[in-house]
């Protein structure tokens, strides 16, 4: 890749070439990814039943965060080093766990990653739209991508169909068991209100299509306010560049991108320092 800065070009390093061992994951680190999001979801439970409610909802945000950016992110890059049938079982189930559809996130980030910036990329969509429409994007954005995705001409069209019907079963099921308890009905609104930010953390904030080129096209984060806030997790234009890399590994990646983006002229966004 040989993007412009003026009339200089900048090449990135193949991934091969500079960052082979970010690829590769260890069998603990598998584990740990994988078993993260269940282990959210019990303690949610447990401080429920316990009443601690405030710890409760704070088990649904590390939940949701840990899924779509994080561990399920990794799956629908194939990123954890699992074969395809335990790696589609694995992203079905843990989105799940967050009433949304993983096959439908799979079909609709390979698109943006394909298609960024161009107009059809509804993932990336919001990017393009003032604050307030991406906040409102948020409310109708997992049943927006469920229903293209189910348009598209894919083999994955019956488990994605499979996957929104586990979800209206389940809500329905939680609404059922109110008069037993409400701790399925919570669980169901605040991971539906959770997936409300997704366009804005994933959209709105990291990208600018109007960008003249590649590095340009994506905010480059830097600065520990914006790494603790983020929780090392606002690493959008290194992933866009080398999309094979687990998240685990992203700040590594983006130190050793660091000379290259300041030979382009990548100017960091920094909040305060």
């Not at 680190?29 to 447990?46: D, G, H, I, N, Q």
């Not at 049938?85 to 394909?114: D, K």
């Amino acid at each position: 890749m040989a993007p412009k800065q003026g009339t200089s070009e900048v090449r990135l390093p193949r991934v091969d070439e500079f960052a082979s061992d970010l690829t590769r994951i260890s069998s603990g680190r598998r584990v740990f990814s994988l078993a993260l999001p269940f282990l959210w979801l019990a303690f949610y439970f447990l401080c429920a039943v316990l009443n601690w409610w405030p710890l409760a909802v704070f088990c649904l945000v590390c939940l949701s965060f840990v899924t779509y950016g994080s561990i399920s992110h990794d799956l629908v890059h194939g990123n954890l080093g699992l074969g395809r049938r335990a790696n589609s079982f694995f992203l079905s189930l843990i989105e799940l766990l967050c009433l949304r559809s993983g096959h439908a996130y799979r079909s609709a980030h390979l698109h943006h990653h394909a298609t960024y910036p161009h107009a059809d990329d509804i993932e990336g969509a919001a990017a393009d739209k003032p604050l307030w429409r991406t906040l409102l994007e948020g409310v109708v954005f997992q049943p927006k991508i469920w229903l293209w995705a189910v348009r598209q001409p894919t083999r994955q069209r019956t488990i994605i169909l499979a996957e929104g019907f586990a979800c209206i079963v389940f809500v329905s099921l939680s609404v059922a068991l109110i008069p037993v308890t409400p701790i399925l009905v919570v669980y169901v609104v605040l991971m539906i209100m959770g997936s409300w930010i997704i366009p804005l953390v994933t959209s709105y904030i990291p990208h600018q299509p109007n960008g003249e080129h590649a590095l340009a096209q994506t905010r480059l984060f830097r600065g520990r306010v914006a790494s603790i806030v983020a929780v090392e997790h606002l690493y959008h234009l290194e992933h866009h560049l080398y999309p094979s890399i687990p998240h685990h590994h992203w700040p590594t990646l983006a130190k050793r991108l660091d000379p290259y983006f300041a030979e382009a002229g990548v100017k960091p966004v920094k909040f305060w320092f």
